[in-house]
């Protein structure tokens, strides 16, 4: 049975826990879409590692893991993050890791043209990563990016990127930045593709080839459904398909090769960067900061806080055909004595079931809430179902049924062990 793991919210559900934990009966992970603006923190064998392009089944050291075309490769990122988790005693060689040939390239220009172009949108900005995102996905879709398949032919590589510096330098030198010059710009790259050379490959007949002969593959997501580009809160998304559907055109996989969907989300809502929050509520912020929860794991940013927002659950899981929910963060409302849901939206004085398209209505939502009592009782211990307290098992119970699919994970602490299956 082949999965795919998706965030339900704006990411940092904790995809990469539940990857980590369904990987162990996997052979292969996949991610299909973004880039180093993921931050997926898993905690295993007594040691933290945060992943922003490997997919997290590197940790297991026997599987596969592939970065399918679908994603923006930052190399120099990735080698990076290769030393890192080196450092960290993981092993990643070219057995363990396969990078498409398809996949696009994050260029130095495209970093310096998200950061220019936030700066331009002043206080309208989208509070991007900062990593290039949006300007790499733009040029494939504009088809003046390039692929690590350009990466071979050094000398037609300087001049693609000679051709491609005509526009950047332009808009650069329109907001009053250091334009680049070919050489600078191959020189920062090339000793990076140097390194991944032997990963990269045609990823796509090795996926199909463990599909076929019966392999278990995980797809693991990166950010949210609502940072999606078509289902997000538009335009404060990110530049892909970040729902179950961009899984095929991000790895070569068909669909009917997924059987599975796994939606990850919090218990309760977080978001990093601007854009809508109907359910943003400071003292909850306050609270989990206190903590020293809720940080980013790629920007270090705090991260905005909420209470659970079912109307978002609910279309997110629409949209992504979501088969499983894995309710993540369980134990951070442990010492709630009262917990909210919104389960509907007020626009207009009008009911809504479902979020708007319409980026102004956002601003006119006022949530509709219930109210259930809180657990009051640490539940970081607990190991199955049996073992949550009544007002927890009723809290899930509600929110299955408000979602329309049944919870089958829940996570009760950060650690692999810390999960629940019912
Ligand atoms: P991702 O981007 O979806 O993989 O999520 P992040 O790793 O960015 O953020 C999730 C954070 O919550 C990380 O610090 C995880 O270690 C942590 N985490 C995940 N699941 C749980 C859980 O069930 N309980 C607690 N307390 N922390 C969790
Ligand atoms: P994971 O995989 C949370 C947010 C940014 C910003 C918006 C656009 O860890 O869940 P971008 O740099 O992609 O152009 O920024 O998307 N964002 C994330 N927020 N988790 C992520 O990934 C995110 N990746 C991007 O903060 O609001
Ligand atoms: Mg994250």
Redesign the pocket.
């Known amino acids: 049975m082949n999965t795919v793991i998706c965030?339900l919210q704006?990411?940092?559900?904790g995809?990469g826990k539940i990857v980590d934990y369904l990987t162990e009966t996997a052979d292969i992970v996949v991610r299909g879409q973004?880039g180093n603006?993921?931050?997926?923190t898993v905690i295993a064998n007594g040691q933290k590692y945060v992943l922003h392009l490997i997919p997290s089944g590197i940790l297991w050291g026997n599987k596969t893991n592939i970065i399918g075309n679908g994603v923006v490769m930052d190399v120099v990122g990735l080698c990076e993050e290769i030393k890192e988790i080196e450092d960290q005693g993981v092993s990643v060689t070219p057995d363990n890791l396969l990078i498409s040939d398809r996949a696009h390239v994050v260029m130095p220009y495209h970093k310096e043209l998200?950061a220019a172009r936030e700066a331009a949108l002043g206080d309208k900005k989208?509070?991007?990563?900062?990593?290039g995102?949006?300007p790499t996905y733009a040029d494939k879709a504009n088809r003046c990016g390039l692929r690590l398949a350009d990466f071979f032919d050094e000398a037609k590589l300087l001049e693609k990127i000679e051709l491609r510096l005509v526009d950047a330098n332009e808009v650069l030198a329109k907001y009053d930045l250091p334009t680049f010059t070919a050489k600078d710009v191959f020189d920062e790259v090339i000793t990076a593709f140097k390194r991944l050379k032997p990963h990269v490959t045609n990823t796509i007949p090795t996926l199909h080839g463990a599909w076929k002969s019966g392999k278990t593959i995980l797809f693991e997501g990166?950010?949210?459904s609502y940072?999606d580009v078509d289902f997000g809160t538009y335009p404060?998304?990110?530049?892909s398909n970040t729902t179950s559907g961009g899984t095929s055109t991000g790895s070569g996989l068909a669909p009917h090769a997924i059987q599975r969907v796994v939606g990850v989300c919090k218990a309760y809502t977080t978001r990093?960067?601007?854009?809508p929050f109907p359910t943003e509520n400071d003292e909850i912020g306050e609270f989990f900061h206190a903590r020293g929860m809720e940080f980013?794991?790629?920007t270090g940013r705090p991260r905005r806080c909420g209470w659970l927002d079912m109307v978002l659950i609910r279309f997110a899981c629409m949209v992504n055909g979501v088969t499983d929910l894995a309710v993540t963060i369980l134990d951070g409302l442990d010492e709630r004595d009262v917990i909210k849901v919104c389960i509907a939206y007020d626009i207009d004085g009008e009911r809504h079931e479902f979020p708007p398209a319409d980026r102004d209505a956002w601003d006119r939502i006022t949530p509709i809430y219930e109210e259930h009592p809180g657990w009051l009782t640490d539940t970081t211990k607990a190991r199955s179902w049996d073992d949550l307290p009544e007002n927890a098992q009723k809290y899930l119970t509600r929110l299955a049924e408000l979602a329309g699919a049944p919870v089958t994970y829940i996570g009760n602490g950060p650690e692999r062990e810390q999960t629940i299956i019912r």
């Open positions: 965030g704006w990411g940092d559900e995809k973004g603006n993921a931050g997926h998200d989208i509070g991007t990563t900062k990593r995102i949006g990166a950010q949210g940072l404060f998304v990110t530049s990093v960067g601007a854009g980013g794991a790629t």
